[in-house]
């Protein structure tokens, strides 16, 4: 079955840390640009908050997360990782994993083009 499995939401005080994890499986993440995307409540889209080139050259974040996220791909078991610190309230959100063909970036988030695949998503809680 062709799916992307997200793991590793909860509930953190602000400054904790996370670790997402998303698993591929019916086919290889090597042959894709990889991302991780959220949507908090009230809004209708998905923003991009970090994405990766297939051929891990280029990473893009989006500039509220700089220096907190770091995205990583671990292709011997097909799993992308979002590993979160210093995390805030504004970071709550329903987190999702997303593949497709290209990546490129606005300024204010990242893209991919041709998305082949989503996550069902999990969810982020940050408390004050």
């Known amino acids: 079955q062709v799916q992307l499995v997200e793991s590793g939401g909860g509930l953190v005080q602000t400054g904790g840390s996370l670790r997402l994890s998303c698993t591929a499986s019916?086919?290889?993440?090597?042959?894709?640009?990889i991302g991780w995307f959220r949507q908090t409540p009230g809004k209708a889209e998905r923003e991009g908050v970090s994405?990766?080139?297939?051929?891990?050259?280029?990473?893009y974040y989006m500039e509220s997360v700089k220096g907190r996220f770091t995205i990583s791909r671990h292709n011997g078991n097909n799993t992308m990782i979002l590993q979160m610190n210093s995390l805030k309230p504004e970071d709550t959100a329903l987190y999702y994993c997303?593949?497709?063909?290209?990546?490129?970036?606005?300024?204010?988030?990242?893209?991919?083009?041709?998305?082949?695949?989503w996550g069902r998503g999990t969810m982020v809680t940050v408390s004050s």
């Open positions: 019916g086919f290889s993440l090597d042959d894709y640009a």
């Open positions: 997303g593949v497709g063909v290209r990546t490129y970036s606005t300024g204010e988030q990242c893209i991919i083009d041709g998305m082949y695949r």
């Open positions: 994405c990766m080139s297939s051929n891990r050259v280029t990473a």
